[in-house]
């Protein structure tokens, strides 16, 4: 089966640091917008379903066990009157697909994953023809924010230690830098984002105030630094990320702390205890 769509991938929280200065609040990348018209409307005919995979590029619905570019972890449709522009419809979509991608994954900690939500929904000419369909899937994104092609299903992905396996690590500074520049994890990398997402408020409610969001992740990062590593090391701080009032707007209510190295380290920090970096 082959079917059209639009896509947005999303991700988006802005620096701040233990003891620092805030970073300078960051807006969330643009919605990525692929468009592939195929005639006929195909979706109507065969929607794909839950546990599905999926060949963006080919807008095909293929075997989870080949590589495929994302997973289809919800179905729905569009509410809006008029066709949505890319930031409006990114804006409709996304909190609604986070909140089952969280359910699919098995753990809130998405935030602090490679792990993104996508939502797809009809181009323009199938819009025309009166198709309001909304797929929720899951990716999976590199360096350059971008869906990789991989194998196997995500569903219950991120229970137990599965976490580590989809873990961001971060080649720039979390503390410093506007943007979280992701890397591997065994690569020479700074910041390691950790399991224990902290909720800020549900989608939809009023965002808290820069202060108020900096005091919760002030008493509550260290200690989830500090078990991480199991122990407290001098060459290691405690960093967070908070959402700004764009990606708030997106569904991005949660703050994530990060571990971050002193100097660029090539294997994870976790069980480092009050040990030296590694060489």
Request: with cysteine.
């Amino acid at each position: 089966m082959r079917i059209a769509w639009r896509l947005a991938v999303g991700t988006a929280l802005l620096g701040i640091a233990a003891c620092e200065p805030a970073a300078t609040p960051q807006p969330p990348p643009a919605a990525t917008s692929g468009r592939i018209t195929v005639p006929g409307n195909m979706y109507g005919a065969n929607p794909p379903k839950p546990g599905q995979c999926l060949d963006t590029r080919n807008a095909s619905v293929v075997d989870c066990a080949g590589p495929h570019d994302a997973e289809v972890i919800n179905t729905g449709k569009l509410t809006a009157t008029t066709m949505p522009d890319e930031a409006t419809a990114a804006t409709l979509t996304i909190p609604p697909c986070r909140e089952k991608m969280a359910e699919y994954l098995g753990s809130p900690d998405m935030d602090a994953t490679n792990l993104v939500a996508m939502p797809l929904w009809p181009n323009d000419q199938q819009w025309a023809r009166g198709e309001r369909w909304l797929l929720c899937t899951v990716a999976e994104v590199g360096a350059d924010e971008k869906p990789l092609h991989r194998t196997g299903s995500l569903e219950g992905a991120l229970q137990g230690n599965e976490f580590f396996r989809f873990q961001t690590c971060s080649v720039s500074s979390p503390s410093r830098e506007a943007r979280v520049r992701r890397g591997p994890c065994d690569g020479p990398h700074l910041g390691e984002a950790l399991p224990g997402v902290i909720s800020l408020g549900r989608p939809g409610s009023p965002m808290p105030g820069t202060d108020a969001m900096n005091k919760i992740a002030g008493e509550k990062c260290p200690g989830l630094v500090a078990r991480y590593l199991g122990g407290n090391s001098g060459e290691v701080s405690t960093a967070w990320r908070l959402p700004n009032g764009e990606s708030w707007n997106r569904g991005y209510t949660n703050l994530v702390c990060y571990a971050e190295a002193s100097r660029p380290v090539r294997v994870r920090l976790r069980n480092l205890g009050q040990g030296p970096l590694p060489g």
